[in-house]
């Protein structure tokens, strides 16, 4: 079975200064990896994804995430906060293939970064 | 272009009463998805739809859930004699879908629906 954990709830940094959200999974296959953003009130949004290919993703907005399968780390990172980066991020892990074709994506609880001036 | 679009935005209704949730795909996808994000939870995964066929329901918690997509496009998911703890966010995603690699896809969500149930 595959599962996420966001080790933490709430995240709090000063704009300029470099973001860290941690992201661990636990998955029986080669798992793909997603991270989203929710911004209030606005539907989710992919910032990156791993598939197998590179491990060090990049993805929108300066984010990036490196896919770490020894320690299974999906971390995402961002080497300067912006006000505009306050939101709820969510790591997402998917291995399984539904019946039919398709993708079950498990999400993580969510890490709200708050981001201060 | 247009993105996944979800009606109503917000509904508030009473223990008990039928309601019915719509989402709209993007134009040509072909694969959608319904998930369910209760507050200060991730979303999880409900039905999957391959056309116009649910291919897969394992994640509705109960048979008062049901989603038909009798077309192929819009979706609607439907839950009788609601109850409190169905209140929650429900959201719709879709993708291209019809490839051999959908596991690795990124879905489109759309803005979700919040539902109330007094």
């Known amino acids: 079975a595959q599962s996420v954990t966001q080790l933490d709830s709430h995240v709090s940094v000063s704009e300029g200064t470099p973001v860290l959200l941690r992201c661990n999974y636990s998955s029986s296959y080669s798992p793909s990896l997603f991270w989203y953003v929710q911004h209030p009130n606005k539907g989710l949004q992919l910032l990156l994804k791993?598939?197998?290919?590179?491990?060090l993703v990049k993805g929108i907005n300066g984010f990036e995430a490196e896919f770490k399968k020894s320690e299974t780390s999906f971390h995402l990172t961002k080497p300067s906060a912006h006000m505009s980066d306050a939101a709820e991020y969510f790591c997402?892990?998917?291995?399984?293939?539904?019946?039919?074709?398709?993708?079950?994506?498990?999400f993580g609880t969510g890490t709200q970064l708050k981001v201060e001036l | 272009g247009a993105g996944v679009s979800q009606t109503p935005s917000n509904k508030v209704t009473e223990k008990g009463k039928y309601v019915e949730l719509r989402c709209d795909p993007i134009s040509g996808h072909t694969a959608l998805y319904w998930y369910r994000q209760s507050l200060g939870q991730g979303p999880e995964f409900l039905i999957y739809?391959?056309?116009?066929?649910?291919?897969?329901d394992s994640g509705l918690p109960n048979d008062r859930f049901f989603a038909v997509r009798p077309e192929g496009s819009v979706s609607t998911l439907k839950i009788q004699r609601t109850e409190r703890g169905d209140s929650a966010v429900y959201l719709c995603?879709?993708?291209?879908?019809?490839?051999?690699?959908?596991?690795?896809?990124?879905?489109?969500f759309g803005p979700g629906t919040r539902l109330t149930v007094l």
């Open positions: 995603a879709s993708t291209p879908g019809g490839s051999r690699t959908q596991y690795t896809d990124t879905q489109y």
């Open positions: 791993y598939t197998s290919a590179a491990t």
């Open positions: 997402v892990v998917s291995d399984r293939v539904l019946t039919g074709g398709g993708n079950k994506l498990t």
């Open positions: 739809f391959q056309g116009t066929g649910a291919a897969d």
